[in-house]
């Protein structure tokens, strides 16, 4: 059964009101259309069919050749089958959605995992009989295709994030990665949550038309507690997540055999040391013949913003910056420290112009006064600007350009692919 989208809000609006009135924060925002945080788009329009507003992209497992679409609903208040096919063809298959609960609501997380997929093709999906078209794209099947993503962190729900995906989804980035602080639901905020879902979902739209798929790490703003059952942890990340995180709060993905990111818990759900950094030096091991070996940190190694020994970076530099440094990364992101910083490259706690180039420091949406590059001499560059990085793989080499939420072009960068081999394993 179709639904127009005034019904859908009505049942969403339900949802909400069962979570209970200590958890409605931002209702009003939730279902305001004319809200500042839609200024510029076009007011949902039933006629359009259904569009579910938290509709968006990501993965589970190799890019290259899967895709994995998402939405919070109701079951039985529409149809929810996935048709999809190759754009420009009419041979339409389809798969089912899975359904389970979105913690402390009625909404259920409309999971639709596709597969066997070609790489670098452009596909096209609808959701249902009555819904607008969709398109995405595959990542490429190798690296020698250039593409370019984006990243960055610390969001929320505020116009500087909007504003930072707009021109984020401007770059035609094939993805768009968070290293955690993402909704700042804090593992209690359905509404947040689901508000920053609503603006992703509306504004990382490609100049193509195509939706741009989100990888997500985790951050301590996703977080309620680090104790108890890993995925109640952070119930709503792990909600949308726990697909890539089945197991633990920590995972690898890899895209074909030119590009894994190692996504990590700089100690929110699960602890750095022990068995994450052992997990850590066996996929690092694992991955010596990758190009491009990407680790991503919440809590920054060499923070911008916070204090270098107390700011919580100590055990990331005990335990993972020396694996960093063993198996000779080629880049890490960091977080969560709100500011634009880029270190030096850094070897053994020392610049040194074969180490490895730190990049963040989380500020999406979010912002704070760096300290000043005389207290952090480890830093080369900082700026108190709201930013993304978009990066550019070409061939060995990448291309990071920082830039802010009105545009402007913080900073250029360029690393090359770092000599890694079995030996090192
Ligand atoms: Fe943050
Ligand atoms: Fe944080």
Redesign the pocket.
């Known amino acids: 059964m179709a639904i127009n989208r005034r019904e859908f809000l009505g049942t969403t609006l339900g949802g909400l009101a069962a979570a209970g009135a200590g958890s409605l924060v931002g209702l009003d925002a939730l279902l305001a259309t004319d809200s500042p945080a839609y200024a510029g788009f076009p007011t949902p329009d039933a006629a359009a069919g259904f569009r579910p507003d938290t509709l968006f992209l990501t993965w589970q497992r190799d890019p290259t050749t899967t895709m994995t679409i998402q939405w919070l609903g109701h079951e039985h208040t529409h149809s929810a089958r996935i048709s999809y096919a190759v754009l420009g063809q009419e041979n339409w298959q389809t798969a089912d959605p899975k359904l389970k609960p979105f913690p402390n609501t009625q909404f259920d997380v409309f999971r639709t995992e596709l597969t066997g997929l070609s790489p670098g093709t452009e596909y096209q999906f609808k959701i249902g009989d009555n819904s607008p078209t969709f398109r995405f794209r595959t990542m490429p099947a190798k690296a020698t295709n250039d593409f370019t993503f984006v990243s960055g962190?610390?969001a929320g729900v505020n116009r500087h994030t909007i504003d930072n995906n707009i021109i984020a989804a401007k770059q035609d980035p094939m993805f768009c990665l968070f290293g955690g602080?993402i909704a700042y639901d804090n593992g209690v905020s359905a509404a947040t949550n689901i508000q920053f879902h609503r603006d992703y979902s509306r504004t990382m739209i490609d100049t193509q038309g195509r939706l741009i798929p989100m990888v997500a790490g985790i951050?301590?703003?996703e977080v309620r507690t680090s104790k108890g059952p890993l995925h109640q942890r952070g119930p709503y990340y792990f909600a949308w997540h726990d697909g890539l995180y089945a197991e633990t709060s920590y995972a690898t993905l890899d895209f074909g055999d030119y590009l894994s990111l190692i996504l990590l818990d700089t100690n929110h759900a699960s602890p750095v040391a022990g068995e994450q950094t052992d997990w850590l030096e066996k996929r690092l091991a694992e991955r010596v013949e990758i190009p491009h070996l990407i680790p991503v940190n919440h809590v920054p190694a060499y923070p911008s913003v916070r204090d270098f020994n107390f700011g919580g970076g100590a055990p990331i530099r005990k335990y993972w910056v020396p694996l960093y440094e063993k198996y000779n990364v080629d880049l890490v992101l960091d977080?969560?420290d709100?500011a634009f910083k880029r270190s030096y490259p850094m070897k053994d706690g020392l610049k040194d112009p074969n180490g490895i180039l730190y990049l963040g420091d989380?500020s999406w949406g979010?912002l704070r006064r760096p300290q000043g590059l005389e207290k952090t001499p480890y830093l080369e560059h900082v700026s108190e600007s709201y930013h993304f990085t978009i990066h550019r793989l070409e061939g060995e080499e990448r291309f990071h350009m920082a830039m802010s939420d009105s545009g402007r072009i913080l900073d250029v960068c360029s690393t090359k692919k770092k000599p890694r081999g079995k030996s090192m394993g």
């Open positions: 962190g610390d602080d951050g301590n703003h977080h969560h709100h989380g979010k």
